[in-house]
T-cell receptor
Framework: NAGVMQNPRHLVRRRGQEARLRCSPM?????VYWYRQLPEEGLKFMVY????????ESGMPKERFSAEFPKEGPSILRIQQVVRGDSAAYFC???????????FGPGTRLTVL | TQLLEQSPQFLSIQEGENLTVYCNSS?????LQWYRQEPGEGPVLLVT?????EVKKLKRLTFQFGDARKDSSLHITAAQPGDTGLYLC???????????FGKGTLLTVNP
């Protein structure tokens, strides 16, 4: 019974490049959430998606960041033209119904040089 | 904006001691979750509390939700080195779609 999977686990990018982070939710889960965790800070909500729909993107920066959860395949968090301040751990979580009891993946640690 | 304050921020104790960590807010939550996160990994859900005054036990861990559903506590009895980790509380606010997380309590249990 596979949990939430994220890849890559570690990603290094130079300033100006694009970062693509992937998340496969648990089987049977149709709700996906993305969070960012900075050192010394808590988990910050970025975006909530259901299949083919963005439900709430209020925590995601308006520029350079986008997310999708297509009908087939994993959810993708895309960061264009990365800057050093984007360096963080990005976590994906899934749930069967709504925000309660989310199950987290192992995270992708993004380092921008 | 809903905020969750966790205390203490850091806690270092010896194996066998008891401890309590707190999660407080001025906002009412429809549910509250506790997670534990180890270095380099994602948070792992420990428990969800829903009803004001609710108490749940998970082996040596006891979780309580405040009567007004604004605060919660986690009590660990006879702590073990395996309990070491970052303990996070997260509140569900009802009509919105996201969990609000506290910054966590970093617990170290020394052998």
């Amino acid at each position: 019974n596979a949990g939430v999977m994220q890849n890559p686990r570690h990603l290094v990018r130079r300033r100006g490049q694009e970062a693509r982070l992937r998340c496969s939710p648990m089987k049977g889960h149709s709700h996906v959430y993305w969070y960012r965790q900075l050192p010394e800070e808590g988990l910050k909500f970025m975006v909530y998606l259901q299949k083919e729909n963005i439900i709430d993107e209020s925590g995601m920066p308006k520029e350079r960041f986008s997310a999708e959860f297509p009908k087939e395949g994993p959810s993708i968090l895309r960061i264009q033209q990365v800057v050093r301040g984007d360096s963080a751990a990005y976590f994906c979580a899934s749930s069967p119904v709504g925000p309660r009891e989310q199950f987290f993946g192992p995270g992708t640690r993004l380092t921008v040089l | 904006t809903q905020l969750l304050e966790q205390s203490p921020q850091f806690l270092s104790i010896q194996e066998g001691e008891n401890l309590t960590v707190y999660c407080n807010s001025s906002s009412v939550f429809s549910s509250l979750q506790w997670y534990r996160q180890e270095p380099g990994e994602g948070p792992v859900l420990l428990v969800t509390v829903v009803t004001g005054g609710e108490v749940k036990k998970l082996k040596r861990l006891t979780f309580q939700f405040g009567d007004a559903r604004k605060d919660s506590s986690l009590h660990i009895t006879a702590a073990q080195p395996g309990d070491t980790g970052l303990y996070l509380c997260a509140g569900e606010g009802g009509s919105n779609y996201k969990l609000t997380f506290g910054k966590g309590t970093l617990l170290t249990v020394n052998p």
